[in-house]
C-alpha cells in the first residue's frame, strides 16, 4: 500500500466507501487486515490524545503498543523517546508482553537495560539524543523492528480479538 492509499483509508475519503463509524462489528471483521488497522486507528484516535483518556486495560495496552508501533515506524526508537508518545515508555514491555510480542518485547527490555533509558525520566530522556552509543543501540533496533513484523501482526490479532473493548463511540 502506498503512502496516499494509506492517508486515504486514514482520512476514510472514499467517495463509495462507508464510514468506520457506522460500520458494525461484522462489517469491520470483513475488512482486510490494512482497512481492519485503518478502521481501528481512526475509531480510536479521533477521541483519545494521551494514555489517560484509555476507557479500559486493554484499551490502554492497545493505545501503548500503536503508540510505540507507529513512532517506530515514523522516525526510530529514537522518535517514540522524544516525542509526547514516550509517556507510554515505563509501560511499553508490559502491554508488548500482553498482546503475545515477545520477540519485540526482549528487544525493547534489551534496549533500555543495555543503553540504561531511564523511561521515568522524561528530561532525562531528552539528553540521549546526544549519545552517540546510545544512538547506535537505537539504530540496531529499529533495523531488527523493521525486520521482524512481530509487534504489527500481535497487535492485529489482539484487536481483533478484543474489537469490542476497542470501539471508542
Known amino acids: 500500500m502506498g503512502f496516499l492509499d494509506g ?4 482520512f476514510n475519503t472514499g467517495k463509495n466507501r462507508k464510514s468506520y463509524t457506522e460500520m458494525s462489528k461484522e462489517e469491520l471483521f470483513a475488512l482486510d487486515d490494512d482497512d481492519f488497522y485503518f478502521a481501528l486507528r ?5 477521541k483519545l490524545f494521551s494514555i489517560n483518556d484509555c476507557r479500559n486495560s486493554t484499551h490502554r495496552t492497545y493505545f501503548i503498543v500503536i503508540s510505540f508501533i507507529e513512532e517506530v515506524y515514523n522516525g526510530g526508537i529514537s522518535q517514540f523517546f522524544f516525542n509526547s508518545s514516550r ?9 508488548l508482553k500482553k498482546i503475545g510480542s515477545i520477540r519485540t518485547k526482549n528487544a525493547f527490555d534489551e534496549l533500555v537495560e543495555s543503553a540504561q533509558i531511564p523511561l521515568n525520566d522524561f528530561d532525562a530522556l531528552q539528553e540521549l539524543d546526544d549519545d552517540e552509543m546510545i544512538q547506535e543501540k537505537m539504530d540496531a533496533f529499529d533495523e531488527s ?7 504489527s501482526d500481535c497487535l492485529l490479532a489482539y484487536a481483533k480479538m ?3 473493548d476497542l470501539i471508542v463511540s
Open 87 to 95: 509517556e507510554c515508555a515505563p509501560f511499553v514491555s508490559d502491554a
Open 162 to 164: 478484543y474489537v469490542d
Open 42 to 46: 481512526r475509531l480510536n484516535f479521533e
Open 7 to 10: 492517508l486515504g483509508k486514514l
Open 145 to 151: 523492528f523493521y525486520e521482524e513484523e512481530d509487534a
